[in-house]
Structure formats: structure tokens, C-alpha cells
């Protein structure tokens, strides 16, 4: 392999690692949130469908006007998910971010928090999505 097919291959490779860290990055935010928030319900592990189950119970409890900022916000970020087929994986992280540019992580947050919902470890909750 020639020295400029490794140089091409690694700035590959290095875009590829930013693209997906810069992916993770709400979903990260908002597990971290989650944490901090309550602790010792370990919703660092929440699944996916457990996160959308979470996210169809808030969504019924804010106002019109943030259900309108987070309806924007996802708007613009869902098409990034149209090619996807990791199932719920893409539509949680579009959820998170547009969660967080609506400023609405801390209503989230305190809805998740005061749900039945708890995890014992990675993809291994119980209880109800709903407070």
C-alpha cells in the first residue's frame, strides 16, 4: 500500500470517528443528564424503545410552543436518519439533539426521573415510561 493510500485511508477513517462522536454527542448529553439527575435508576442504560416510550409520554405534557420548538428542531435534523437502518439508534439521537437545541433537556429529564422507569444494567429496564 503506498504512503498516500495510508494517508487517504487514515483521514478517512478520522473523519468517519468525528462524524460519529459528533452523532453520539446529544445522546451522550442527555444520558449524562439522566444520571446526574437521578442516579439510582441507572436510565444511563435506558433502550431505545424504552427511550421512545419516555419521549411519547413527555411529548403529551409540554406546552404547544415547546412542543413546537422540539417539532422544529427535529424537523431539521431527521433526514440525517433517512439512509439509516439502525432502527430506533438514529431516531433517538435526532430526538436527544432536538431536545437539547429546544432547550428542553431539563423538562425531559425531570419527566424521565419522576417515571416508574428503571434499569439494572444496558438495555435491562422495568416499569412504566409513564410518572
Not at 478520522?14 to 462524524?19: I, P, R, T, Y
Not at 431539563?106 to 419527566?111: A, R
Amino acid at each position: 500500500m503506498s504512503r498516500n493510500t495510508l494517508i487517504v485511508a487514515f483521514a478517512l477513517a478520522l473523519c468517519g470517528s468525528v462524524a460519529a462522536d459528533a452523532a453520539d454527542s446529544p445522546r451522550e448529553s442527555m444520558t449524562a443528564a439522566l444520571k446526574q439527575a437521578c442516579p439510582a435508576k441507572h436510565l444511563e442504560f435506558i433502550a431505545s424503545g424504552d427511550f421512545e416510550g419516555l419521549l411519547e409520554g413527555w411529548e403529551t405534557l409540554i406546552s404547544p410552543a415547546e412542543h413546537q420548538r422540539y417539532f422544529d428542531s427535529r424537523s431539521q435534523l431527521q433526514p440525517r436518519c433517512a439512509s439509516v437502518s439502525t432502527g430506533l439508534t438514529c431516531d433517538n439521537g435526532v430526538d436527544a439533539e432536538a431536545i437539547e437545541k429546544a432547550g428542553l433537556q431539563q423538562s425531559f429529564v425531570k419527566y424521565a426521573c419522576a417515571s416508574e422507569l428503571a434499569c439494572t444494567g444496558p438495555n435491562e429496564c422495568h416499569g412504566s415510561a409513564a410518572p
